[in-house]
């Protein structure tokens, strides 16, 4: 597994920790990233999951205005930290190809997600990386 795979794994750990417990501080990803033994992935796991909780708000709006019949509260964990990681990386991360982090996304997904997932994300992030209008740098 590579580094970038291997950070976008520990920020998903951490993210659903949060969003199941409602912690939504740094304490919860320390603990993870110490126990999980990769020091190279943490530094780059870090920047993921503080790019999140930092535009956590923006994220969902985007991911809501594109999820057709679904609001982000009613998705599930996986799915939703999923879309936000992949939504960070499409909208605030100019130097990763949007292929790259809907891909990315959805290998995740078949690891962790139900049988659904790859679908429900592929079509999300799909509409989200057409639609540059909806991007935006606000933190």
């Keep these: ?44 796991a870090h920047t993921i999951l503080e790019g999140v909780l930092d535009r956590k708000e923006p994220i969902d709006e985007v991911i809501g205005g594109h999820a057709d019949h679904w609001s982000v509260s009613r998705m599930n ?9 992949a939504v960070y990386e499409l909208l605030f991360c100019d130097d990763i190809p949007p292929k790259v982090s809907i891909n990315e996304a959805i290998e995740l997904g078949k690891l962790y997600g139900t049988r659904e997932t790859r679908r429900f994300l592929n079509g999300i992030l799909d509409r989200i990386a057409q639609h540059p209008k909806t991007k935006t740098n606000e933190p």
């Design 77 to 85: 964990l996986i799915d939703r930290n999923l879309l936000r990681i």
């Design 1 to 44: 597994m590579g580094v970038r795979r291997k950070a976008r794994e520990m920020a998903l750990q951490a993210l659903y920790a949060m969003d199941l417990t409602g912690q939504w501080d740094e304490e919860v990803s320390e603990y993870l990233y110490e126990k999980d033994g990769w020091p190279s992935s943490a530094s780059h």
